[in-house]
């Protein structure tokens, strides 16, 4: 009796370990769709530094900006750049100075200085930011040639060069006092 009942023991045993064996594992499928969203640039004006003329030297007047922001969400590592066109500085009429003055874009620089890459983004080494004179034609001001996802930032320095012979800023009301500012309107797009 003692070897039947080791027998059917091994027996009972070996008929659980195929019944594991052969039942099939549980599966799912688990799927989640993954859109591109956009690619953005968020800029900052500067305050420019104001200047006195002389008659004699060209005067520079710089400044900076608070830090931009470049987004690429897309999710395609294409290529994109940011542009920038700008109008000429000009300083309004005012109640006695009737002549609208002006000053070339064409002096201003933007220098966007080193891409920060940000937490989790592409690194930035195939990003160019190099320094840009002002045109109003827009120009590729920085670049990437891809794969760069994510996103970046820069804190640009601005610089913007006044002949000798330019105008001064023309008076608001009256010939003393508060002036209209030399103004110009800088344009960004990014694509």
Known sequence: MRKSTKFL????GAGLLLTVAVTPAMADVVNSTVSGGA???TTAAPALSAVTLDGITTQTS??????????????TGAA????????DFTSAVGSVDTVLRTIAVTGLTITPGTVTAGTGAD??????????????TSQALISATGPNKGTYSVAPSFSLAIPANAYRSNYITGSTGAMNPYTSTITYTIA
């Open 62 to 75: 710089t400044g900076t900006s608070a830090a931009w922001s470049i987004t690429d969400a897309r999710g």
């Open 80 to 87: 994109w750049a940011v542009s920038a066109s700008a109008t």
């Open 39 to 41: 690619l953005s640039v």
């Open 123 to 136: 690194a930035a080494t195939s990003i160019t930011a190099p320094a840009l004179a002002m045109s109003t």
């Open 9 to 12: 023991g091994a027996i009972a």
